[in-house]
């Protein structure tokens, strides 16, 4: 009984019900079909595609970036989550360090986190002073306005989550030894600045958020329906991207098909099961 109230209210509150994997599934599959035909766009036009992707720790970036990418080619789409900088990296231009990582003619490039680390991470954590973090904010507006100007598509999403749900993902990432690599000390801390880290972002926004290069915001507390509703608004906001696919010539083979045949010294390792 207490399930149902729980479950009428939230309805009641006009939040949906989280969605279910089969559904997410379903919906899905029909996305990779329209993301495809956008790799073979960009492919066709030569236009290039970055995807900022920021948000909050747990708040679901790599899962996003990953139901984008899992169907194209990594040659073509590659997804760029870089370490923390080095000491030569700390004493060139902030930007310096992502602009290896544009995107070419005919590419996608996703970033998960970006250069606007210094917008959050770095800010509300004392990586670097308020000074840099200001100069950055009057800097960023600029440099995307020159990554639009040479033609660049370029999409900003913040992922947006409540602290009781991001808590619940801390502690399944505590609790599953194959999410530990999700976990590190500066997440463990940054559970404490919840409120700061949300007055970083609305200066970020403030600052940041141009006609050029707007941000759309994403609430990813249902992470497959925040996924599906990111993927969606990308796929709208593109120009028309159907560009019929080249027909395949794929005659028989013209003899029996061979078998693997090893004559040397090697030979494949024994099968498991």
């Known amino acids: 009984m207490p399930d149902d109230k729980k479950r009428k209210s939230k309805k009641a509150d006009g939040v949906p019900d989280k969605l279910g ?6 919906q899905l599959a029909g996305h990779e079909i329209a993301l495809n035909n956008m790799a073979r766009w960009l492919q066709a036009t030569g236009k290039r595609l970055v995807v ?11 899962g996003v970036i990953s139901a984008i990418t899992g169907t194209l080619s990594p040659r073509q789409v590659k997804a760029v989550a870089l370490p923390k900088p080095t000491d030569r990296e700390k004493a060139q231009w902030y930007f310096q360090r992502y602009v290896p990582h544009l995107p070419a003619a005919g590419e996608m490039v996703l970033f998960d986190r970006s250069w606007y680390n210094r917008a959050g991470v770095e800010r509300v954590m004392g ?26 598509l370029l999409f900003k999403y913040w992922l947006t989550v409540d602290q009781a749900q991001q808590e619940e993902r801390f502690a399944e990432r505590v609790a599953d030894p194959l999410k530990h690599w999700k976990l590190s000390p500066i997440d463990l801390k940054a559970r404490a600045k919840y409120a700061e880290y949300g ?3 609305d200066a970020m926004l403030k600052a940041t958020h141009t006609r050029h290069a707007p941000w759309t915001l994403v609430d990813f507390n249902d992470q497959r329906r925040g996924r599906l509703t990111l993927i969606d608004h990308l796929l709208r906001h593109l120009p028309d991207t159907l560009v019929p696919p080249e027909p395949v010539d794929f005659p028989p083979l013209p003899g029996k098909a061979l078998q693997e045949v090893f004559r040397g010294p090697v030979k494949p390792i024994r099968p498991v099961g």
């Open 52 to 62: 900022v992707v920021e948000g909050r720790d747990t708040a679901g970036k790599g």
């Open 21 to 26: 994997k089969a559904t997410y599934l379903e």
């Open 199 to 201: 007055k970083a972002r």
């Open 127 to 152: 990586y670097c002073t308020e000074a840099e973090a200001k100069t950055f904010l009057k800097q960023a507006p600029v440099f995307e306005q020159m990554l639009v100007d040479d033609g660049i």
